[in-house]
C-alpha cells in the first residue's frame, strides 16, 4: 500500500535539494511525499545548525511529534520518526537519548542509505539507528532518478562542505571537506531536469564556485568551465549558482557572466563583514579592496549584474567603528538583497570561545540599522525596474487569485495576470510597481 512520507524543511537551498532527494530515495518503499503531516507514515525534519536555538528547535517539534506518534500508536498505525540534517549530524547520540521515539536520525552524507536504516529500526529498541559517517562513497552514486519532475525551476547540488573554517561558522564541521561532484555526474542529472521539464538550474554548493572536478574524460574542470558545458545543455535557458566564496571569484568566472547568454546577472557574493579587521579575525582569507575589485571587475564585464550577500553583526570584537565599515561597504555596493544576521555562538567554533562577546542589545541595534539600509537600496532597486520590459520566468500560480508569479533574471519575485502565458514560460512584461520585496507586471 502507498505510505505517505512528510519532510519538514529547515535552512538552506541545499536543505530544499536534500529533501527532495530522500523523497526520491524513499520512493521504491512505496513512500510518496506529502505537504500533511498528521496522517503520514514517517515524518522526517530535515534540520539546519547554522544559527541559535536550532537543536532546541529541533526538540521541541520532536516533542510534538511524539505526541502525534503516540495518538496514531492507539490508533493502531505504525509510524515513524526520522531526523537529517546538519542537527542530526551534530548532535545524534544527543537526539537518540532525549527524544527516544526517533527511529532513525541520519546525516547530509548519508540518506542514500536512508532505506537500509528503516530497515534496522527495531521497533523494542530506544535507541535511534544512527548514520552520521562522513562517506567512504560518493552518494550521488547512490541516489535514484529523481521521483517527480522538480518544476521550471531547479536546484542541483555540484559542490558540498568547507574547507574555509570562518572562525564563526559550523559547516566545516556538519557538512565536512568541500567535495565537488564528478562533472559526468552533474552533466546526467542536469540533462535529465531539463528533460522534464525545468528551464532553469541553480547549482548549490556551500563554496559552489571552489568546484572542482573531474571531466568526463578524466581531466579536471574548474567551476567556470562546468558552467560552460552545462550552457551548451538544450532547453536550458537559465542558470545560476549560489553559495560563492569571494576568494573563489576567479577572472575566468567573471568573464563568464558576460560570454554566457544563460547565466543571470545576479550573484550571491557574502562578504559578512566590511571591516579588515573583522574580515581578518572571520578567517574570510579577503580584505575588503579585494571584494570591491571583484565587484568591480564583474560590474565591468556585465553592467547589470546584481548583488546580494550575507552579513553578521556583532562578531566578537566589533566596535562602532568597524560596524560603520560595513555600512559603508553596504553604500558603496549597492545591494539588490541581502540576508544579515546576529553573531551567533556556535559550539566548537573559533570565535565562540572569545571572551569579548558583543551585548546583545548593541547587536540588535546594528542589525536594525544594517536591515533599515539594506531594505532602503532593495526598495531602490526594485523601483529603479518599473516601466522596464523584462524576461520572466512563471514558475507557479500565485498566492493571490487570479495571478501568476515568477522571477525576473534579478532574482525579483514578479507577480502578474493569470491569463499570461503558461508555467515554464520566459514571457516578456512591462513592470507596472514595485515593492519591497516583489514586482507587479503586465502583458507588453
Ligand atoms: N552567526 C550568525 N550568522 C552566521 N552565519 C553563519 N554562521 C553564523 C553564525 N555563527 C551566516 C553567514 C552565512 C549564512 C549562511 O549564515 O552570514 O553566510
Ligand atoms: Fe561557513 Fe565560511 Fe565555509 Fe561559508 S566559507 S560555509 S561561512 S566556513
Redesign the pocket.
Known amino acids: 500500500m502507498a505510505k505517505k512520507l512528510h519532510i519538514k524543511t529547515y535552512g538552506?537551498q541545499m536543505n530544499v535539494y536534500d529533501s527532495d532527494r530522500m523523497a526520491d530515495v524513499l520512493a521504491p518503499l512505496g513512500y510518496s511525499a506529502s505537504d500533511n503531516a498528521t496522517d503520514a507514515d514517517m515524518v522526517i525534519i530535515n534540520t539546519c545548525h547554522?544559527?541559535?536555538k536550532a537543536a532546541e528547535k529541533v526538540f521541541s517539534e520532536l516533542g510534538r511529534l511524539r505526541k502525534w506518534k503516540e495518538g496514531q500508536r492507539l490508533q493502531g498505525r505504525d509510524v515513524k520518526i526520522a531526523v537529517a540534517g546538519c542537527v542530526a549530524q551534530a548532535e545524534g547520540q544527543e537526539i537518540s537519548r532525549r527524544a527516544p521515539w526517533v527511529d532513525v536520525v541520519v546525516g547530509p552524507q548519508a540518506y542514500h542509505r536512508l532505506p537500509e536504516l528503516i530497515t534496522d529500526i527495531d521497533p523494542a529498541s530506544r535507541n535511534a539507528v544512527i548514520d552520521t559517517d562522513f562517506p567512504v562513497e560518493d552518494k550521488f552514486d547512490f541516489l535514484p532518478e529523481e521521483h517527480t519532475p522538480r518544476g521550471p525551476a531547479a536546484f542541483l547540488s555540484v559542490q558540498e562542505g568547507c574547507d574555509k573554517f570562518?572562525t564563526?561558522?559550523?559547516?566545516p564541521y556538519t557538512r565536512g571537506a568541500e567535495f565537488s561532484r564528478p562533472a559526468a555526474s552533474i552533466l546526467t542529472e542536469a540533462r535529465r531536469l531539463v528533460d522534464n521539464g525545468s528551464v532553469e538550474l541553480s547549482l548549490l554548493g556551500q563554496n559552489v564556485n571552489a568546484w572542482a572536478g573531474e571531466a568526463p574524460d578524466g581531466r579536471d574542470w574548474d567551476f567556470a568551465r562546468l558552467l560552460r558545458e552545462l550552457a551548451e545543455i538544450d532547453g536550458l535557458k537559465r542558470l545560476r549558482y549560489t553559495?560563492s566564496h569571494p576568494k573563489d571569484m576567479t577572472l575566468d568566472l567573471i568573464h563568464a557572466h558576460a560570454e554566457i547568454p544563460q547565466l543571470m546577472p545576479y550573484l550571491h557574493l557574502?562578504v559578512?563583514a566590511g571591516s579588515d579587521r573583522i574580515l581578518d579575525a572571520m578567517n574570510r582569507h579577503h580584505s575588503r579592496d579585494d571584494y570591491f575589485r571583484i565587484i568591480d571587475q564583474l560590474r565591468d564585464v556585465c553592467p547589470d549584474m546584481a548583488l546580494s550577500g550575507?552579513?553578521?553583526v556583532g562578531f566578537p570584537g566589533e566596535t562602532d567603528r568597524d560596524f560603520a565599515d560595513t555600512l559603508n561597504l553596504i553604500d558603496r555596493v549597492g545591494y539588490a538583497s541581502a540576508?544579515s544576521?546576529?553573531?551567533?555562538?556556535?559550539p566548537g567554533?573559533p570565535?565562540s570561545m572569545r571572551d569579548d562577546q558583543v551585548d546583545e542589545g548593541v547587536k540588535s541595534e546594528r542589525l536594525a540599522g544594517l536591515q533599515q539600509l539594506i531594505n532602503a537600496q532593495q526598495l531602490a532597486f526594485n523601483k529603479a525596474k518599473v516601466g522596464d520590459v523584462m524576461d520572466v520566468l512563471i514558475e507557479r500560480p500565485a498566492n493571490k487569485d487570479n495571478q501568476k508569479a515568477g522571477r525576473s533574471p534579478w532574482m525579483q519575485a514578479v507577480h502578474f495576470p493569470a491569463t499570461t502565458g503558461e508555467i515554464g514560460d520566459i514571457v516578456s512584461l512591462r513592470i507596472t510597481d514595485a515593492h519591497q520585496n516583489s514586482l507587479s507586471a503586465e502583458m507588453v
Open positions: 538552506c547554522i544559527r541559535e570562518c564563526f561558522c559550523v559547516v553559495t557574502p559578512q550575507d552579513f553578521i540576508y544576521f546576529k553573531y551567533s555562538p556556535r567554533t570565535a
